[in-house]
């Protein structure tokens, strides 16, 4: 399998379920992220992990939390949420220039589409 | 602060017709760099085009075109002749390097295309 990969695809759990998404990239890349795309909003940045250490944390709601145990696997676990919080969740990922330059193309998966009822 | 627009929201062509894609960008870095996704159906974001600060030439690729003007800080995408299969939502986006060693994108709203036979 090739490129970046996400399950599930579609999820639809209660405000007191616990769940978790699940991204995998096959490029070899050492950098991944999580997005959240709703309707009224444009793409908007959640967690950047580099080399497995998180970079950023966009002001995200503690009901969201990542987890990047090596530099293919990247996970949102998500518990409490609320019906605003359903929305296409993107992952992404990208080879880092070593120098620190972020000149890297960003590769996405096809998103799971997540419905908090 | 970053910012990307797409003025358009939406946007409705019969098929063959040649449509013009909008991006007007803000920002105060000397470096950066643009990119363009399409977003179809299937929810994924594919990679059609990155172009650093310093590069003002425009970029053909197939139908595909790309006009980036530094003094009016537009990055506009052309697609000529085109066909249902165009049918998608672009996205502009602008590269914010203020983290070190991985990438951190502002998307614009999107435009919504639809390519009708």
């Known amino acids: 399998e090739t490129g970046v990969t996400q399950t599930p695809r579609h999820l639809v759990m209660g405000m007191t379920n616990k769940k978790s998404l699940k991204c995998e990239q096959h490029?070899?890349?050492?950098?991944m992220y999580w997005y959240k795309q709703s309707a009224k909003k444009p793409l908007e940045l959640m967690f950047v992990?580099?080399?497995?250490?998180?970079?950023e944390n966009n002001s995200v709601p503690s009901r969201f939390s990542p987890e990047c145990p090596n530099s293919s696997h990247l996970f949102l676990h998500l518990h409490t949420l609320q019906p605003e919080d359903s929305a296409l969740y993107l992952c992404?990922?990208?080879?880092?220039?070593?120098?620190?330059?972020?000149?890297?193309?960003?590769?996405f998966g096809p998103g799971t589409r997540l419905t908090v009822l | 602060a970053q910012k990307v627009t797409q003025a358009q929201t939406e946007i409705s062509v019969v098929e063959k017709e040649d449509v013009t894609l909008d991006c007007v960008y803000e920002?105060?870095?000397?470096?950066?760099?643009l990119f363009w996704y399409k977003q179809p159906p299937s929810g994924e974001l594919v990679f059609l085009i990155r172009?650093?600060?310093?590069?003002?030439q425009n970029e053909i690729s197939g139908r595909y075109s790309w006009n980036f003007q530094k003094s009016t800080s537009s990055f506009n995408f052309t697609i000529t002749a085109s066909q249902v299969v165009d049918s998608a939502v672009y996205f502009c986006?602008?590269?914010?390097?203020?983290?070190?060693?991985?990438?951190?994108?502002?998307f614009g709203q999107g435009t919504r295309l639809t390519i009708n036979p």
């Open positions: 172009r650093n600060s310093f590069d003002e």
């Open positions: 490029l070899g890349h050492n950098a």
């Open positions: 992404a990922s990208s080879q880092p220039d070593l120098s620190g330059s972020p000149t890297d193309t960003q590769y």
């Open positions: 920002t105060r870095d000397t470096t950066y760099y």
């Open positions: 986006a602008l590269s914010d390097p203020k983290i070190q060693g991985a990438q951190k994108l502002v």
């Open positions: 992990y580099n080399f497995k250490e998180q970079t």
